[in-house]
């Protein structure tokens, strides 16, 4: 079956734009990460989605970010007034079922982000 | 913070080698996660270990799990070129809902 998607692929934006980030996760599944990775680094934690339950935004580094998911399905993520340190690779990642305990999460391909 | 620690950060071999990686981490867990990144794009994962077990294969893939010094390690035996990639380990603390990544282990295994 399709694996989690993401688009765009590649975005190139001006420093103070606002963009948005796509996330369709696999069908059935019930939670939903975003990552922020930067260049040669490890993944940053952003946001997690539980079904129908509050996200969980402690991950999100400033009120630039925000995340919004309706259902079970796509999800957006919106960066606010773009700044250079910005500039990374967005990944989305989707699990099953709530919890980690069993869990292994699928990502998708990212989303390069460069603010100029 | 509860993030794994990955090392060596980065490490060089022949094809036909093994290769070793090491995960340190500071909380306790529920389980730990491996997984692969190919150019710096989407990761793939590749095992899971619970805190209750000691040692898990899958294919040419050995991980082991010590928890009471809060260390793991992953072992890929009889490298090939394929395995060049970032590898992570990702812990899930006490949460159940978060996973905490590593920086990575940058593995280039030569032909």
């Known amino acids: 079956g399709a694996g989690v998607s993401q688009s765009p692929s590649n975005k190139v934006t001006e420093k103070g734009k606002d963009v948005e980030l796509r996330c369709d996760p696999i069908s059935g599944h019930t939670a939903l990460y975003w990552y922020r990775q930067r260049l040669g680094q490890g993944l940053e934690f952003l946001i997690y989605f539980q079904g129908n339950s509050a996200p969980d935004k402690s991950g999100l580094p400033s009120d630039r970010f925000s995340a919004e998911r309706t259902g079970e399905s796509v999800s957006t993520l919106t960066i606010q007034r773009t700044q250079q340190e910005d500039s990374a690779v967005y990944l989305c990642a989707s699990s099953l079922r709530a919890g980690t305990l069993y869990n292994e999460q699928f990502f998708g391909p990212g989303t390069r982000l460069t603010v100029l | 913070s509860q993030q794994g620690e990955e090392d060596p950060q980065a490490l060089s071999i022949q094809e036909g080698e093994n290769a070793t990686m090491n995960c340190s981490y500071k909380?306790?867990?529920?389980?730990l996660q491996w997984y692969r990144q190919n150019s710096g794009r989407g990761l793939v994962h590749l095992i899971l270990i619970r805190s209750n077990e000691r040692e898990k294969h899958s294919g040419r893939l050995r991980v082991t799990l010590d928890t009471s010094k809060k260390s793991s390690s992953l072992l890929i035996t009889a490298s090939r070129a394929a395995d060049t990639a970032s590898y992570f380990c990702a812990t899930d603390g006490t949460g159940f809902n978060k996973f905490y990544f590593g920086s990575g282990t940058k593995l280039n295994v030569k032909p």
């Open positions: 909380t306790s867990i529920n389980n």
